[in-house]
């Protein structure tokens, strides 16, 4: 019986399943294949993560970096330990050829995205317009890039949703970075306030507010701009920088906001609202009442 079974998996090892050139290829080298891949893909898994975690965390380079070196280290190690397996394996690379003209065909016509979206992963992972860390918007999506892969890009938003973007729509996009050259953002918040209010005192009181806020930086200076005369009143807006809240700007114009409103009631500014006048200019009004028929 053993020896049946001998017989069957050495007959199952050398049956042959394709033909590349000159070599034959089996079942068992396939397989023998098979568990090289995974062990390269698991082995090189690890040591990247040993490489981006313990090795380059003792340098100067920041999490962005650190990824970025790792991704590449990894996809490197990949396509060099790939040939390797395929020339221990007896296999010469050159009888590929076929087999890569027919994938280039396919990714031409059916793989244009993935494609697409592998090479602008290179190029973020090469070029950084895009790090771990920033604060970006695309399109209606804004958040905090969280993780960069060789296909897409992970970001979260404030709500805590992780939002998957495809990395071709990062590089053919108009991508807002509020963090690409440092943390310091300029908020701006418009106030309108009535005809009849004192404009000095409207300053004042926003750059009062403005100073207040413990999230506003001192230097560059909050700043007041008298924008226009609008419809229901005059317009301003207050122009503050900050560093802690960038990553949460509807909490710093809320606050500043409230601010506002308690200070204009204290100090008697009125804050319009639109409204619209009727005037009747001539003629009369005919009322006309209709008598109840008679049962």
Known sequence: MLDNWRQLLDSLSTLP??????????LGTLIFL????????????????????RLLSRSRLDASAR???GSLFYYGVIAIGALMILQTAGIDVTTLNVVAGAFGIGVG??????????????????????????????????????E????????????????????????????VNWSYNDAKVRFNIPVTVAYDSDVRLVEQTLLEVAAENPDVLKDPAPGVRFMAFG???????????????????????????????N???????????PQRDIHIRSGALHIHKEEPESR
């Not at 200070?263 to 609202?273: K, L, N, V």
């Open 17 to 26: 399943i394709l033909k590349l050139g000159g070599h034959q290829l089996t």
């Open 34 to 53: 098979l568990v090289l891949f995974v062990l390269l893909i698991f082995l090189t898994g690890r040591f990247r993560r040993l490489l981006v975690r």
């Open 109 to 146: 016509f059916g793989l244009q995205n993935i494609a697409s979206n592998l090479v602008s992963g290179l190029i973020i992972l090469i070029e950084r317009p895009v790090k771990i860390g920033d604060r970006i918007e695309v399109g209606a999506v804004e958040g905090d890039v969280v």
């Open 148 to 175: 960069i892969r060789a296909r897409s890009t992970t970001v979260v938003t404030n709500d805590n949703i992780a939002i998957i973007i495809p990395n071709s729509k990062l590089i053919s996009e108009n991508v």
């Open 67 to 69: 990824e970025a070196v």
């Open 231 to 261: 419809d229901n009143g005059l317009k301003f807006e207050l122009r503050a920088w900050s560093t802690t809240l960038m990553h949460r700007r509807g909490k710093l114009v809320s606050s500043i906001n409230f601010a506002i409103y």
């Open 263 to 273: 200070r204009f009631r204290q100090r008697g500014i009125e804050m319009p609202f």
